[in-house]
């Protein structure tokens, strides 16, 4: 098990931000928080998730139109947003990520298997951008998640081949324990979970 400062730093004290103290995110230090989350399973290996780091004024003013007026502000001064988004084309690498099992792409291509796909990289680009989280936090940075913007303009914008859509964004700094909110309460095991 490790040890009880690191779950303390992942988990319990750990907390949503919502602005940023001035110091940068480096390239070394996104290029750290991917190659942690790289690691954590998908399934069949698949690694569907596309991640965009915006850092440059020019590349969020892009952002911009797209952004909720609740997080206008906490993004454009944040360090690095990453867009969090998710290939259908992710079975194109299967060969390359799963490949000891050929067949494993057949079970994917085509029109046909479209739906199969968007379901199948939704939910492991999900679970690799909750990874992503939980990297920026090991490498005591704070992550700010964001689901609230306009996806389909967000997509227009930055994937405009269309074969990859953004899911959530997610702003990356050293966080300004000031600008943080109350906690709010969580489910707790009995609420949530059962054991059958
Ligand atoms: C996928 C996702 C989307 C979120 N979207 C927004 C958002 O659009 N705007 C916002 O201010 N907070 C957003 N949040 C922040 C949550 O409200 C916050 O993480 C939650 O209340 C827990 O806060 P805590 O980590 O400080 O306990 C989002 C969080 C996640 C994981």
């Known amino acids: 098990m490790i040890d009880q400062n690191s779950i303390d730093a992942l988990f319990n004290s750990a907390r949503t931000q919502n602005g940023w103290v001035d110091q940068p995110v ?50 454009m001064a ?5 867009i969090v988004g998710y290939d259908l084309n992710f079975h194109e690498r299967l060969p390359q990520v799963f490949p000891h099992n050929p067949d494993m792409k057949k079970g994917f291509d085509g029109d046909a298997n479209l739906a199969k796909r968007q379901i199948f990289a939704f939910r492991n680009g999900t679970l690799s951008g909750a990874y ?31 074969t990859i859509k953004s899911n959530f964004l997610c702003n990356i700094g050293v966080g300004d324990p000031s600008k943080v909110m109350g906690r709010l309460p969580r489910l ?4 949530a979970c059962k054991i059958l």
């Open 132 to 162: 992503l989280i939980m990297a920026i936090r090991a490498i005591g940075l704070g992550a700010g998640p964001m689901s609230g913007f306009d996806n389909a303009a967000v997509d227009k914008e930055f994937f405009p081949d269309g």
């Open 188 to 191: 707790s095991f009995d609420e």
């Open 78 to 82: 944040a360090p690095v947003v990453a």
């Open 26 to 75: 480096t390239d070394p230090q996104l290029k750290q928080i991917y190659d942690l989350a790289k690691m954590a399973p998908t399934s069949a290996n698949a690694q569907p998730a596309r991640i965009l780091f915006l850092r440059s004024q020019e590349a969020k003013e892009r952002l911009r139109p797209a952004l909720s007026p609740g997080n206008l502000a906490k993004t």
